[in-house]
């Protein structure tokens, strides 16, 4: 049976005073340091073991500032943030740099690395950690809408789904094999594996003036076509002007139609439309983008509305055109066939459809509504969460995994 709950979360802020690192302290020593993979040898390694456990809890500490402080890039020195902090019978310092250009004030979105040293009873131990900005909630959702999710007739969603209004679900073959969260009503439970949670609480969407901001400013431009097809579009190959290394290009369709069809992108499309229903990706399209900490396709204006009804694989021998990347198994000739599918992260300001048998691997998110109909399928892929797109993170730190580090006292 499935588990129907109406939640309603409330957030609240918690200051990491002296006292409550004391309490983490008792916390943490009960616990061992699986993340270091430090292992305790004998009883004479207790107070090397100690060190690094309170080692750890300054690279808590440093995380969790983040979290309660939203300006923490401004209010932090590229150097030191914590010294000789007292805790029980130690003392730990923590250094926060941004290995990226040493400013961790210019760019919201570069890494830091956490080094922390910690002494008790004369002995020293240091670990260090690359962290990153944490990935929005949203991202953590196949699809995602701030207003209704219509879905209908054969579709399937693999991954959870949410709205910041409801969802509306009918016909017996369509299936969310996931959780469905709404901040309204779901209409239609069956053939939900997940739980169903109307009444939840409504998901944060990144500034939609620093998306465009951040990507248009390091694009390409690419000058207004009707159509593009039958062509590679990356960060070696544009057909209409000078390549972008990152495969980054930005298209201003204005009041014209724009038809995407039968062609291979490795790269990121910003599309910018002034009218409604007037952008179609259809036919066979093989997409992702070339850097996976940038979205597939980006869709400015709040009167765009996407159309993506792709519904076969792309053939270069039907469309005569030679698709391959150079160096890559097939380059220099036109007989390949490349799967029906975009990956990586689509995100419009309007309203989004996905429709005929396109194939989608990664998250939709639109500022307004989704629709998915026909035999669309939708699939979530978690690898988003360890490179999330620029813009789309919040202030908090997080540590990268497989980065922690031990370092020679």
């Known amino acids: 049976m499935k588990r129907i709950t109406n939640r309603k979360e409330t957030g609240s802020v918690y200051f990491l005073t002296l006292a409550s690192a004391i309490v983490l302290v008792a916390l943490v020593l009960g616990l061992s340091v699986h993340n270091l993979q430090f292992r305790r040898s004998s009883r004479s390694q207790t107070q090397i073991d100690r060190a690094y456990i309170y080692a750890e809890l300054g690279i808590r500490h440093a995380l969790h500032f983040t979290t309660v402080e939203p300006n923490w890039r401004q209010a932090l020195n590229n150097g030191t943030w914590l010294k000789n902090i007292a805790v029980d019978q130690a003392t730990y310092t923590v250094t926060g740099i941004d290995p ?65 209004n409801d969802i509306n679900k009918s016909g017996g073959d369509t ?26 609480s409504p998901k944060d969407f990144p500034n939609a003036g620093e998306v465009m901001t951040y990507y248009t400013s390091r694009a390409t431009v690419i000058p207004y076509v009707a159509t593009i097809e039958k062509v590679l579009l990356s960060p070696s190959s ?49 997409w992702q983008p070339a850097r996976p900490d940038y979205p597939a396709l980006i869709v400015d204006h709040n009167l765009s509305r996407i159309h993506i009804k792709t519904d076969e694989d792309l ?15 097939g380059y220099g000739d036109d007989d ?9 992260l689509i995100y419009c300001y ?29 699939t979530y892929d978690p690898a988003i969460l360890d490179n999330p797109p620029k813009c789309f993170c919040n202030n908090a730190l997080i540590p990268v995994h497989g980065t922690w580090r031990q370092l020679i006292p």
């Open 336 to 344: 390949d066939i490349y799967p029906n599918i975009i990956k990586g």
């Open 350 to 378: 309007n309203d989004i459809s996905l429709e005929s048998n396109s194939n989608i691997h990664g998250t939709v998110i639109a500022r307004s509504a989704i629709v998915v109909k026909g035999e669309a399928v939708c």
């Open 100 to 164: 990226v250009d040493g400013d961790l004030t210019n760019n919201q979105d570069d890494p830091v690395v956490l080094t922390v040293t910690a002494t008790i009873n004369d002995v020293n131990r240091t670990i260090s950690v690359k962290t990153q900005p944490a990935p929005l909630e949203i991202l953590h959702y196949a699809v995602v809408a701030a207003e209704d999710i219509n879905i209908s007739d054969h579709i399937r969603i693999n991954g959870d789904v949410t709205s910041n």
């Open 238 to 286: 544009n057909p209409f002007g000078p390549t972008n290394p990152d495969g980054l290009y930005y298209i201003d369709c204005g009041i014209n139609k724009l038809t995407i069809r039968d062609c291979r992108i490795v790269g990121t499309l910003i599309i910018r439309s002034t009218v409604t229903d007037k952008i179609y990706i259809e036919s066979a399209v093989n």
């Open 175 to 200: 299936w969310i094999f996931g959780n469905a969260e709404a901040v309204g009503t779901i209409h239609e439970t069956t053939n939900i594996s997940g739980d169903i949670v109307p009444g939840s």
């Open 315 to 329: 053939d270069e021998d039907e469309i005569e055109a030679d698709l391959s990347l150079p160096g890559e198994p």
